[in-house]
């Protein structure tokens, strides 16, 4: 069966609003209670917070509580059994939510790379039917980082003069590339990383195949708590693909350019080469970030076996530092100019063998 392409969901993986509980972020769902229960409840809510750390899902827990008459979060955890309200909320039919996102354009087979004005425009027309079976009138915007800038000024409009019955929750992963003007109308709920005990219960849910302790704790660690990013990492190898990276980094100078190429010419389950390539630059910076903090504070790391703390560590500390600066320089630059990230990637990688290969 072919899964449903939607613009807001993890490949592999149950869309946000379908998730049965939500891990961690006890502040921002204690904040939005109180503005339910003591007062008139604000009319728009700014989810703000790193990829893949819940905001999405932390918005259909929300749209599930209100829809539901729901006091508290539990109660919707609770939900063994969905109510009618709540199994139409995940089935996108219920009548009284609007969710705005990134559109499938058929012709190209590809997501739009942004929230067109039009789908903003759609909003008005929604609040102008008519509803007689909730008190709460809901959009969803996943994510408001990805607005055109029409569309941007087009839902500020509708933040200026909103209908009574409405709600907005907008989803954000960089507040700064979002209008100052749409902020000033919304209440703040901050979502930041997970720590260890949420980060497991959210992983273990998922029953991911051939999962040990260890594995777990090295995708906390790649991917700082975030549940998105360590999925992405353990769907396409990450772990492995970290493993080689160290191996080069680390004085390796034996592994040589055809070794180095093989890694580049890889696809590790991506649907381009593109994106596994942006992947690999990450993955590249992370590894040398990670070299570089170790080296810095003298603690050795867990992702790391390789004994790095010898000699000359200032010196190591000081070159990572620039190895990095050189990738983000290379990386801005290839992006920029729509560069082939193959041999952008390769270039950087004799870069940074040259500069190893001083220090030995």
């Not at 139409?88 to 996102?101: G, K, V």
């Not at 959009?139 to 839902?155: F, G, P």
């Not at 409405?166 to 209008?179: A, D, P, Q, T």
């Not at 849910?205 to 594995?215: A, D, H, Q, V």
Request: positive net charge; aromatic residues 10%.
């Amino acid at each position: 069966m072919m899964e449903e392409l939607e613009a807001d969901k993890i490949h592999n993986v149950p869309h946000p609003r379908k998730n049965k509980t939500i891990y961690g972020h006890n502040s921002a769902k204690n904040l939005f209670l109180k503005s339910l229960n003591t007062e008139k409840l604000h009319h728009a809510w700014l989810i703000h917070g790193p990829k893949g750390v819940g905001k999405a899902t932390l918005a259909w827990k929300i749209v599930k509580l209100l829809q539901n008459g729901f006091k508290t979060f539990e109660k919707v955890d609770q939900e063994s059994q969905l109510s009618l309200i709540s199994k139409r909320i995940e089935a996108l039919s219920e009548q009284n939510i609007f969710l705005c996102r990134r559109q499938f354009e058929k012709s190209k087979k590809k997501f739009l790379k942004e929230i067109s004005v039009d789908e903003i425009r759609k909003i008005n027309h929604f609040f102008s039917l008519t509803s007689t079976t909730s008190n709460y009138r809901i959009v969803i915007i996943d994510n408001i980082n990805e607005l055109s800038i029409s569309a941007s000024n087009a839902l500020l409009k509708i933040l200026e003069e909103p209908p009574s019955n409405g709600i907005f929750i907008l989803i954000s992963e960089n507040k700064r590339s979002v209008l100052p003007t749409i902020i000033s109308r919304c209440r703040i709920l901050e979502c930041n990383f997970l720590n260890f005990e949420d980060f497991e219960k959210a992983i273990l849910s998922l029953n991911i195949k051939n999962l040990s302790t260890e594995k777990l704790t090295k995708l906390f660690h790649m991917s700082n708590g975030s549940v998105g990013k360590a999925l992405e990492i353990e769907q396409h190898n990450g772990i492995e693909i970290f493993d080689q990276l160290v191996k080069i980094l680390i004085f390796d100078i034996k592994k040589n350019d055809e070794n180095i190429w093989e890694l580049i010419s890889a696809n590790h389950g991506f649907e381009t080469t593109k994106e596994y390539h942006k992947f690999l630059f990450n993955l590249l910076l992370f590894v040398i970030a990670h070299i570089s903090k170790s080296l810095a504070t003298k603690q050795k790391s867990f992702l790391i076996t390789n004994d790095y703390h010898n000699k000359n560590a200032d010196e190591k500390y000081f070159s990572y530092s620039l190895i990095y600066t050189i990738i983000i320089e290379d990386l801005n630059e290839a992006l920029k100019v729509n560069l082939n990230l193959a041999d952008i990637l390769f270039t950087t990688f004799l870069k940074i063998k040259k500069i190893t290969k001083i220090l030995n």
